[in-house]
């Protein structure tokens, strides 16, 4: 079993950035792919972007696209959220996901390991 643990949420302001990071433990951190989700209140959880096991393969959502990026350090295991320019629309809890393959899915349903979820609050 792999155990995920999220910091760096917080409030921003509108155009601001801020990074999360994600710590993983209990599995071979290379084989798995790490993806970011979020969920706004009274909306379900949606798919933010996330990263193969490898670092080759990047998928995002459209909403994201050339505002966050996502990076990984194997020999921490960590990954990292770097959202930039961010929008009130942004605000949501954000969580951090991994994936028993190393392969990547933009399905919340194949992403077998879940953190906790932290609070990320865009300011207008």
């Known amino acids: 079993q792999a155990q995920l643990v999220e910091s760096g949420g917080g409030l921003v302001q509108a155009g601001g950035s801020l990074r999360l990071s994600c710590a993983a433990s209990?599995?071979?951190?290379?084989?798995?792919?790490m993806g970011w989700f979020r969920q706004a209140p009274g909306k379900e959880r949606e798919f933010v972007i996330a990263r193969s096991g490898s670092g080759s393969t990047t998928y995002y959502a459209d909403s994201v696209k050339g505002r966050f990026t996502i990076s990984r350090d194997n020999a921490k295991n960590t990954v990292y959220l770097q959202m930039n320019s961010l929008k009130p629309e942004d605000t949501a809890v954000y969580y951090c996901?991994?994936?028993?393959?190393?392969?990547?899915?933009?399905?919340?349903?194949?992403?077998?390991?879940w953190g906790q979820g932290t609070q990320v609050t865009v300011s207008s």
């Open positions: 996901a991994a994936r028993s393959r190393g392969w990547p899915s933009k399905l919340s349903t194949e992403y077998d390991y």
């Open positions: 209990g599995r071979t951190f290379s084989s798995l792919s």
